[in-house]
């Protein structure tokens, strides 16, 4: 079996049953998003990887879970975010602004304000989605919802790739202007879920 071929849905689900290749792939189509996540919040390099390591070391450990969940990549945005909150309370690191989150730090580890505004994001985006031309909404859709690759979706849609990536471009181009001029609280979880090498490299 090609694990790399299959849904996301369909690896959580077989994660789920214990089948350790499948979380294998899982591990390495979101070893570097959760690296970006963990590493924009913290001040070494070192602690991040361990981090990293330790939340996919959780994700295994209450990995019947993992079928049950509707939008992984949220999911993993909010989790990996909690773990970093739960490492400072354990003085085990430390992270940047590490004064003001002293201050804020109760606010931040509230989960039911993560996964409120994770949810509008989520509604936000498929609305706005549905409202883009065919073309556009067909390549957008395939490339993050279903998480083909772009010579993928040209054959689907009998395309050439660079319309693919055009059209990606133009999409998520799109969605950020709306979600600045809309909900600008939303973007900057819409940036880094969507552009998480970005914080990788802070």
Not at 70 to 84: A, E, M
Not at 122 to 148: A, W
Not at 175 to 187: G, K
């Amino acid at each position: 079996m090609i694990y790399k071929n299959l849904s996301e849905q369909l690896l959580l689900t077989k994660c789920g049953d214990g089948d350790t290749l499948a979380f294998r792939e899982l591990y390495q189509q979101y070893k570097s998003f959760v690296f970006g996540v963990v590493y924009a919040r913290l001040n070494s390099r070192e602690d991040a990887l361990d981090i990293t390591q330790d939340i996919f070391v959780s994700l295994w450990t209450n990995r019947q879970q993992l079928s049950q969940i509707k939008d992984f990549k949220i999911y993993l945005y909010v989790f990996s975010r909690n773990h970093v909150i739960s490492a400072y309370r354990k003085k085990n690191i430390r992270i940047k602004g590490e004064s003001y989150l002293v201050e804020q730090i109760d606010q931040l580890s509230y989960s039911a304000e993560d996964h409120r505004l994770a949810n509008e994001l989520t509604s936000h985006i498929d609305q706005f989605v549905d409202q883009l031309p065919e073309t556009m909404r067909s390549c957008y859709s395939l490339s993050k919802n279903e998480g083909k690759k772009n010579g993928e979706i040209a054959d689907i849609l009998n395309i050439s790739e660079k319309t693919v990536r055009n059209n990606v471009s133009e999409a998520l181009k799109r969605l950020r202007l709306n979600l600045q001029s809309s909900h600008p609280e939303l973007l900057t979880l819409f940036v880094i879920l969507t552009f998480p090498a970005v914080f990788a490299s802070v």
